[in-house]
């Protein structure tokens, strides 16, 4: 078949079929797979001239996809501690931008230009609060 056929996240297997291997397997399916090995142990006399398809390719593939979901999992612990912390640094970093406007509040004032300049707004820049007048009922 030809590959033009086919987008970049599809390809043709060995039968034609197309699939998208940028999505991974259900767990069904995985267990389904599993099952069919398992039951592949126990007929006698199995042979074929499909290379991935003896029983060595077979066993072969099983494995390596248990090695590389060990890994995966390995990394995806490494993932989350990294994200843990790279969290945390982000609140201890706000943290401490926050500690800090207050003391430049406190030490140059409210409405000093230093306040402005690590982001406060002046005091005398905020609008006066006016009074609402009530519509008179009829």
Do not use: C
């Not at 398992?38 to 593939?61: D, K, W």
């Not at 494995?63 to 979901?69: I, V």
């Not at 201890?92 to 409405?111: I, S």
């Amino acid at each position: 078949m030809p590959s033009s056929l086919f987008s970049s996240k599809q390809r043709p297997n060995k039968s034609g079929y197309s699939y998208n291997t940028n999505r991974p397997l259900s767990p069904p399916i995985l267990n389904q797979d599993t099952d069919s090995l398992n039951g592949l142990n126990t007929i006698q006399g199995y042979s074929t001239q499909r290379q991935e398809a003896t029983p060595e390719a077979v066993h072969q593939a099983y494995q390596t996809m248990l090695t590389k979901q060990q890994a995966e999992t390995e990394k995806l612990a490494l993932y989350r501690a990294a994200s843990d912390a790279a969290r945390l640094a982000e609140w201890e970093f706000h943290n401490a931008v926050l500690a800090m406007k207050e003391v430049v509040r406190g030490q140059f004032g409210a409405d000093s230009n230093e306040a402005q300049s690590v982001g406060l707004k002046k005091k005398s820049d905020r609008k006066r609060p006016t009074r609402q007048k009530v519509a008179a009922a009829s």
